[in-house]
């Protein structure tokens, strides 16, 4: 059998293809997408993809972006990969202690898993004063050039970060290799990462690692603003957040209720 042969799928579902077709289009775009630009992208004619673009509308996949006429993704795919066991396991263990360790440090905190290329938030909880940075639920960002990735991607065995580093290259071909793996091996020597945020001035973001078998499912990370007067410091902050992942840690390993966090 040729090698083009063997590569060919065993079934095809042309209505399925199209329809998946379009949500990965969707979920790459960085803006809606009109009729004519999601027909350019998958390579099919408007006639072929207008009754599928109702059928995932009247479902709730996409929806038509508020006051124009482009299609986007909701957050339908999102909610149902949150009911995946582990992912739902990992939110019910961490959100007590998020609160405990927000209630504790007066900020915010989110739990962040990777995503391919990029991370996503599963779960946030608020600052309980009144000033705080909001990560939304489902927010997205490269994994390259953020801290919780930053984490993720540090703590894993050498070969999935070379797995996932072929991974990063081929979305981002400029990456600086190098350099992002030397801030992984610093993170993992120290158990944390440490970084001014790119996206906010004033933001320090810092992070810390749940961990199952030793490599990271999750990162659990402090958009850390200083206050004034402050409460608490960077540094008690960074202890406090690593007691709380490691508490984390050890209830997805022995089960929610085993450990408090002070």
């Not at 938030?121 to 960002?141: C, E, F, K």
């Not at 801290?147 to 797995?163: D, K, N, Y």
């Not at 402090?222 to 960077?234: D, K, L, Q, V, Y």
């Given at each position: 059998?040729?090698?083009?042969?063997?590569?060919?799928?065993?079934?095809?579902?042309?209505?399925?293809?199209?329809?998946?077709?379009?949500?990965?289009?969707?979920?790459?775009?960085?803006?809606?997408?009109?009729?004519?630009?999601?027909?350019?992208?998958?390579?099919?004619?408007?006639?072929?993809?207008?009754?599928?673009?109702?059928?995932?509308?009247?479902?709730g996949y996409i929806a038509r972006a508020p006051g124009e006429s482009g299609y986007a993704l909701t957050n339908r795919l999102f909610m149902l990969g949150?009911?995946?066991?582990?992912?739902?396991?990992a939110v019910e263990a961490a959100l007590p202690v998020m609160h405990r360790l927000a209630d504790r440090i007066q900020q915010p905190c989110h739990l962040?898993?990777?995503?391919?290329?990029?991370?996503?938030?599963?779960?946030?909880?608020?600052?309980?004063?009144?000033?705080?940075?909001?990560?939304?639920?489902?927010?997205?960002?490269?994994?390259?050039?953020?801290?919780?990735?930053?984490?993720?991607?540090?703590?894993?065995?050498?070969?999935?970060?070379?797995?996932?580093?072929?991974?990063?290259?081929?979305s981002e071909p400029e990456l600086d290799r190098a350099r992002f793996v030397e801030r992984a091996d610093q993170a993992r020597a120290r158990g944390h990462?440490?970084?001014?945020?790119?996206?906010?001035?004033?933001?320090?973001?810092?992070?810390?690692?749940?961990?199952?078998?030793?490599?990271?499912?999750?990162?659990?990370?402090?958009?850390?603003?200083?206050?004034?007067?402050?409460?608490?410091?960077?540094?008690?902050?960074?202890?406090?957040?690593?007691?709380?992942?490691?508490?984390?840690?050890?209830?997805?390993?022995?089960?929610?209720?085993?450990?408090?966090?002070?």
């Open positions: 059998m040729s090698t083009v042969a063997s590569n060919m799928p065993k079934y095809r579902a042309p209505a399925l293809d199209k329809g998946l077709d379009i949500l990965e289009l969707l979920a790459r775009a960085s803006a809606p997408m009109n009729m004519t630009e999601i027909s350019e992208g998958v390579g099919r004619s408007k006639g072929e993809i207008f009754r599928m673009l109702q059928v995932l509308e009247e479902r949150m009911e995946q066991p582990p992912v739902k396991s962040v898993v990777p995503s391919r290329e990029q991370i996503v938030v599963i779960a946030r909880v608020d600052a309980p004063g009144d000033i705080g940075l909001v990560v939304r639920v489902g927010h997205r960002r490269p994994l390259a050039h953020s801290t919780s990735g930053l984490v993720l991607f540090a703590f894993q065995s050498e070969a999935i970060r070379a797995r996932w580093l072929q991974m990063l290259l081929q990462a440490r970084a001014a945020s790119d996206v906010v001035d004033g933001v320090i973001d810092l992070s810390a690692p749940v961990l199952q078998h030793d490599h990271a499912v999750c990162a659990l990370t402090i958009p850390f603003i200083e206050r004034h007067p402050a409460r608490i410091g960077a540094d008690a902050a960074v202890a406090a957040l690593r007691k709380a992942a490691d508490e984390i840690s050890h209830a997805l390993m022995y089960g929610a209720g085993s450990g408090t966090a002070g």
